[in-house]
Every structure is written in C-alpha cells, then in structure tokens.
C-alpha cells in the first residue's frame, strides 16, 4: 500500500513558476514508477510527467516539454514537478500517481496502469 500527499499548489500569474511535491509512505517507494497527471474543469484526466523509479527515464506531454521537471528523491519518498513559464492553460487540479516498476513511454504515459493516486492540489494560473 502506498499512501500520496501532494502539496505545493496555487494561484500563480502566467509566466511563473510553482514546485509541486508528492510525499509517498512506504518503504517501497523505490520500485515505484511516478507520474503527475492533471484534470481542468469539464475535461478528463490527461498525462502531465512520469519518471521510472530510478530516475533514469522521464517523459513529458508535448503541452509542457521544456517547461515542466520532473524529479524523486528516494531518499525522501518525493517525487516533484518544477513548473516553470506557467500559461492559463496550466490551470488544473494536479494529482501524482505510482505504478509498480516500468520505464517505458508505453506504460508510463497510461493512466490506467498507476495503482494509487494522491487527493490532487489546486494550481490556478490567472492571465
């Protein structure tokens, strides 16, 4: 069982940044795979980020390559997502997710593979 907080959420002006952060429990956390996913008001749930659980491979929606990082610390059971140069797009509830093990964009990218979710925070990006 693994148990996700994120935390890090709120209203912004477009142009700047927020650090999202998603404390996992357990001491599995390293052989978790790691995603951020978003969902907008009316829209469904989309792919944001997902990292393997070593670190060494990352992926990103095409909306946020070169805007967006994603990163864990496993000595901390924390995953993060550096948003920077934020648009009123942005604007979602973000939620981090874990999935057992995986690394590649086939099974990271899918939403239904992740096992557990975290109760999501608010980012609010104002033009």
């Known amino acids: 069982q693994v148990q996700l907080v994120e935390s890090g959420g709120g209203l912004v002006q477009a142009g700047g940044s927020l650090r999202l952060s998603c404390a996992a429990s357990g001491r599995t956390f390293i052989s978790y795979a790691m995603g951020w996913f978003r969902q907008a008001p009316g829209k469904e749930r989309e792919f944001v980020a997902a990292i393997s659980w070593g670190g060494g491979s990352t992926y990103y929606t095409d909306s946020v390559k070169g805007r967006f990082t994603i990163s864990r610390d496993n000595a901390k059971n924390t995953v993060y997502l550096q948003m920077n140069s934020l648009k009123p797009e942005d604007t979602a509830v973000y939620y981090c997710?874990?999935?057992?093990?995986?690394?590649?964009?086939?099974?990271?990218?899918?939403?239904?593979?992740?096992?557990?979710w975290g109760q999501g925070t608010q980012v609010t990006v104002s033009s």
């Open positions: 997710a874990a999935r057992p093990g995986g690394s590649s964009w086939r099974l990271l990218g899918n939403l239904s593979g992740y096992d557990y």
